[in-house]
C-alpha cells in the first residue's frame, strides 16, 4: 500500500505544480475560470446551457467540456455560440491540471472574461485535483438525496458554492433542503447557496448575477 | 505516465486475483453474490431496503454497505433486519476485492443465500474493480438523464441487469426510456432491464423475482 500512496502523492503533487501554474496564467489573461463539478445526472450540461444564454451577451465566455468517452456535452453547448473544447479523458473518473492547460491553449485567454470547465460526472475524484480555477462550485440535485454532504464531505469542504439543482421536482421527493443545507454549512461555513432549476429557469438569476460579479472583480485584481 | 499505468496495471491484476479467490469462496458456500453500483443518489439504499423487505422471509440475505466515510446506510439497512458489514473506503471511489474477502469473513457464508454488495456512489470506478461477485446490477434512474449509457459505456457493458429507479417521476423530466434502453442494449445486448421504482414499489416484483431465481440457481450450481 505505501508504494501505491507514494505514486498517488507524487501524481497529486505534481498537479498542484500544473494548477498553480494555470492560475497564474488565468489570473494574468484576467479570466474568472470556474470547475463545475456533480456526480453523474445532476443537470450540470443543462445548467451551463442557461447560463452561456444568460451572460454571453454581458461576459465573453468560453467552455472546456470534460467528459469520458463521448464530445454529446461538447455539441451540445457549442449550439449556444460560445468556443468549446472537449477533453476525452478515456475512462478516467476526473479532469487534471495539465489537460486544462492544454486545452485552454485553444482560446485567446486575454479575450475571455468567464471560462467555464464541465468536470466528469463523480462527486469523489474530481475534487481531489485541483484545475487552477478561481471558484470550484458544485452542483447537487434534489433526485440525489438530501445526505450527500455527509457522505461525500470533500466536494462540499472544496467549494465555494453549491447549486440545489432540479427544485422543480421537490414537490416529488422527500428532498430536505434544510438538512442538506446545514450538513453543508457545517462542513463549509462560507459556502453560497444557490437553489434553482436549471430546466425551468426558476431561481436562475440570483446565481448568473453572482457568477458575473465574480467574473468583474476577477477582471479588476 | 507509463510508470502510473503500470501501477494501475498492478492494482488492478493483484485486484483480478483477489476477485478470483472471493468467487471460488462464494461459489464453495453456495452464497449468490450482487455487485450494486450506480451514480450517487440513483437510490441504492432505497432499492436495497425494499429488496430486503420482500426477500428476507424467503431468502437469507447480508448486506456489505460501502461508503466514503459515514455508516448511514449501514445503519438504515441494520432496521430491516439482516446482518450488515461496512467497509468505509475513507475517501477512495471504489471497493476493491481485497476489502470484500475481509468483510465478508464477518458472515457465515455457508449459511447465506444472498450476499448484497453496496458499492460505493459513482458511475466510472467501480466498474473497473471486479468484486468476486456472480452478477454485477447497476441502477440508473430517471432523473439522471438518458444519455447516460453513451457516456459512462463501461459501467453498462460489465453488468448482467439494468435498474431503470424513480419511474415514478418519469412524468416530470424528459427521460426518454426507449433511448436509454436501446443505448445500453447496443453496449451490451443480453442486459435484463427492470424499470421501477424504489419508492413507491412499482416494477418491483419482476426485479425481485429475478434476483430469487439468481440466488436459487446459485445454490443449485
Given at each position: ?52 444564454d ?11 467540456a470534460?467528459?469520458l ?10 449550439r ?42 463523480n462527486l ?35 467549494c ?50 453572482w ?11
Amino acid at each position: 500500500m505505501s508504494k501505491e500512496l507514494t505514486i498517488e502523492q507524487a501524481v497529486l503533487s505534481e498537479n498542484a505544480r500544473n494548477a498553480e501554474s494555470n492560475r497564474g496564467r488565468f489570473r494574468r489573461a484576467g479570466v474568472h475560470v470556474v470547475n463545475l463539478m456533480s456526480g453523474a445526472g445532476a443537470g450540470k450540461t443543462t445548467l451551463l446551457e442557461r447560463t452561456i444564454d444568460k451572460l454571453k451577451d454581458r461576459l465573453r465566455i468560453a467552455v472546456i467540456a470534460g467528459d469520458l468517452e463521448t464530445r454529446r456535452d461538447a455539441d451540445r453547448i457549442e449550439r449556444h455560440g460560445v468556443p468549446v473544447t472537449q477533453i476525452n479523458t478515456k475512462g478516467a473518473c476526473h479532469i487534471e491540471a495539465h489537460q486544462i492547460a492544454d486545452a485552454a491553449s485553444e482560446f485567446d485567454l486575454e479575450r475571455l472574461e468567464l471560462l467555464l470547465i464541465e468536470n466528469v460526472g463523480n462527486l469523489v475524484c474530481p475534487a481531489e485535483f485541483d484545475l487552477g480555477e478561481a471558484d470550484k462550485i458544485m452542483i447537487l440535485s434534489t433526485t440525489e438525496g438530501h445526505d450527500k454532504p455527509g457522505k461525500y464531505p470533500l466536494m462540499f469542504k472544496e467549494c465555494r458554492a453549491l447549486i440545489l439543482n432540479k427544485i422543480d421536482l421537490l414537490p416529488y421527493t422527500n428532498f430536505d433542503t434544510n438538512a442538506a443545507v446545514a450538513d453543508a454549512k457545517l462542513l463549509n461555513a462560507k459556502l453560497e447557496f444557490f437553489p434553482l432549476s436549471a430546466r425551468t429557469g426558476e431561481g436562475f438569476e440570483v446565481f448568473t448575477d453572482w457568477l458575473e460579479k465574480r467574473a468583474r472583480e476577477a477582471r479588476r485584481a
